[in-house]
């Protein structure tokens, strides 16, 4: 069964400061991990598709990497409005297209 | 821009009363689309798969008799919840693979029930 854990929960930073939020896994075969950004009262908006151990990706001020067993969204000299709940996924090599979820980080910046 | 849109964004209904919320891919075709559910402060609680032209797939614990999916065309899903009670009071989000494995969401929909 894929698995997904992220921490922290929650997360305070002050405009600037610079952090890392993780997501771990546990996939018989990794598709593929996905990264999204949700704001209260609306739906997931995508962000990263990742493959690949190595694989980065970067949009703005997040970078998001992976490796074997982790994932990581970078988000450098964050602003306010980078303040969302982000939700990492993983889709196995099984036969359907059905990712498994984690519970979220919750951003917020201060400015 | 939008790429997968719901309707309506948000209802309030009455107890006792059905109500259909529908999905729908703009500008591709989708033959899988899923429907989440998610409670304030939790993540994505997957409902059901809804396949173009035959019966959806019900997650363990959902009741299909509860939750009908329809998904009649290739660019449309509907979620009919029937007999509506305070407790099916949540928010509902479909999404729709495009770019390989890859889900994009719809806005989502706030059901309210009275």
């Known amino acids: 069964e894929d698995q997904v854990t992220q921490s922290p929960e929650a997360l305070r930073l002050q405009e600037g400061e610079s952090s890392s939020l993780n997501c771990s896994y546990t996939?018989?075969?990794?598709?593929?991990l996905f990264w999204y950004r949700q704001d209260p009262g609306k739906g997931p908006e995508f962000l990263f598709t990742?493959?690949?151990a190595g694989e980065e990706k970067e949009k703005e001020r997040l970078k998001a990497t992976l490796t074997k067993k982790e994932s990581f969204l970078h988000i450098t000299a964050p602003k306010p409005e980078d303040s969302a709940t982000y939700l990492c996924a993983v889709q196995g090599e099984g036969g359907s297209y059905i990712p498994t979820f984690g519970r979220g980080t919750s951003l917020i910046v201060h400015p | 821009g939008a790429v997968v849109s719901q309707h309506p964004s948000w209802v309030i209904c009455k107890s006792g009363t059905s109500v259909k919320i529908e999905c729908r891919s703009l500008?591709?075709?989708?033959?899988?689309m899923f429907w989440y559910r998610q409670f304030p402060k939790q993540s994505l609680m997957l409902m059901a798969t809804s396949n173009e032209g035959s019966k959806a797939t019900y997650e363990q614990g959902v009741e299909k008799d509860k939750f009908l999916i329809n998904h009649a065309s290739l660019t449309l899903s509907t979620l009919t919840v029937t007999s509506a009670h305070p407790e099916d009071s949540s928010f509902y989000i479909c999404?729709?693979?495009?770019?390989?494995?890859?889900?994009?969401f719809g806005p989502g929909t706030r059901l309210l029930v009275l």
């Open positions: 500008d591709f075709q989708a033959t899988t």
């Open positions: 996939v018989s075969g990794l598709r593929g």
């Open positions: 990742l493959y690949s």
């Open positions: 999404s729709a693979p495009i770019i390989q494995e890859t889900q994009y």
